[in-house]
Nanobody
Framework: QVQLVESGGGLVQAGGSLRLSCAAS????????MGWFRQAPGKERRFVAA?????YYTDSVKGRFTISRDNAKNTVYLQMNNLKPEDTAVYYC?????????????????WGQGTQVTVSS
């Protein structure tokens, strides 16, 4: 069983920055493929970014968001810069125990509780 706990969400003005953190349990964190997804009201959960040996981003956040991981701390981060109102959503951290890159939510095995990010215009 892997537990994921997100933190770092909040309210920010357009153009501002936030850093999300996701702390994971488990002794083999370095082998997990970690992803960030977001879900806006009335919409499905969508891929944002992921990190294994390489990093991956959805097009709408490229150049603005950076995913990173600290395997010694069992933590993955999402640095979000130049935030836009359309980035408003609940952000979820997810872990994929086996296999590599995936952008569909159903491919991930464990999920955090989510953290709200609200960007005002």
């Amino acid at each position: 069983q892997v537990q994921l706990v997100e933190s770092g969400g909040g309210l920010v003005q357009a153009g501002g920055s936030l850093r999300l953190s996701c702390a994971a349990s488990g002794r083999t964190f370095s082998s997990y493929f970690m992803g960030w997804f977001r879900q806006a009201p009335g919409k499905e959960r969508r891929f944002v970014a992921a990190a294994g040996r390489s990093t991956y981003y959805t097009d709408s956040v490229k150049g603005r968001f950076t995913i990173s991981r600290d395997n010694a701390k069992n933590t993955v981060y999402l640095q979000m810069n130049n935030l836009k109102p359309e980035d408003t959503a609940v952000y979820y951290c997810a872990a994929k125990i086996s296999g590599g890159y995936a952008i569909i939510a159903s491919a991930y095995d464990y999920w955090g509780q989510g953290t709200q990010v609200t960007v005002s215009s």
